[in-house]
T-cell receptor
Framework: GDSVTQTEGQVTVSESKSLIINCTYSATSIAYPNLFWYVRYPGEGLQLLLKVITAGQKGSSRGFEATYNKETTSFHLQKASVQESDSAVYYC????????????FGKGTHLHVLP | NSKVIQTPRYLVKGQGQKAKMRCIPEKGHPVVFWYQQNKNNEFKFLINFQNQEVLQQIDMTEKRFSAECPSNSPCSLEIQSSEAGDSALYLC????????????FGAGTRLSVL
């Protein structure tokens, strides 16, 4: 079936250190999966961080990057130097190219950045 | 900050009671989605609308859950007879059109059924 698996639970990183949150996916019923990272900051709604619709491409936003790797079915989120304001819950997600109702989310990774 | 407004932020109900929550989508977004996020952080699609018409919905929604998006009024999701298993974060999201697969979420309504 279709699924997303990401680093679960809480990840604690000191400010200015690098970050990687792993995400792998399975898309057996979706011909052209689009991949997303959403973020939920404290007290706010989920918002799109970045999106990549083509395999092999990289998306970036706010210093975060993720590369759509079809061979390894991965979409890991990376940042070279995190800031305390990056503390939030990050969700990896996939959907078909035109069908937003079938959005498959991972269970979220809570990033805690230490000052 | 999110432009999708959900109210109330928190809702506490007893079993068997009605629970109603509302959503004002982002301006210019005719497509509205409702998702349920349970205590295990799993997302479940419930229903979506384009303007006032239902596009898709799951079987669960057809029984105890009802939803509508009347013109010139907030969208709403109502649980007719709440059960403990309905305790979850209910998320409303909007989109500028059905083919656009990026969603714009509200902060959610957290329902606790005692």
């Amino acid at each position: 079936g279709d699924s997303v698996t990401q680093t679960e639970g809480q990840v604690t990183v000191s400010e200015s250190k690098s970050l990687i949150i792993n995400c792998t996916y399975s898309a057996t019923s979706i011909a052209y999966p689009n991949l997303f990272w959403y973020v939920r900051y404290p007290g706010e709604g989920l918002q799109l961080l970045l999106k990549v619709i083509t395999a092999g491409q990289k998306g970036s936003s706010r210093g975060f990057e993720a590369t759509y790797n079809k061979e390894t079915t991965s979409f890991h989120l990376q940042k070279a130097s995190v800031q305390e304001s990056d503390s939030a819950v990050y969700y990896c997600a996939l959907t078909g190219d035109t069908n937003a109702y079938k959005v498959i989310f991972g269970k979220g990774t809570h990033l805690h950045v230490l000052p | 900050n999110s432009k999708v407004i959900q109210t109330p932020r928190y809702l506490v109900k007893g079993q068997g009671q009605k629970a109603k929550m509302r959503c004002i989508p982002e301006k210019g977004h005719p497509v509205v989605f409702w998702y349920q996020q349970n205590k295990n952080n799993e997302f479940k699609f419930l229903i979506n609308f384009q303007n006032q018409e239902v596009l898709q919905q799951i079987d669960m929604t057809e029984k105890r859950f009802s939803a509508e998006c009347p013109s010139n009024s907030p969208c709403s999701l109502e649980i007719q007879s709440s059960e403990a298993g309905d305790s979850a974060l209910y998320l409303c999201a909007s989109s500028p059109d059905p083919s656009q697969n990026t969603l714009y979420f509200g902060a959610g309504t957290r329902l606790s059924v005692l």
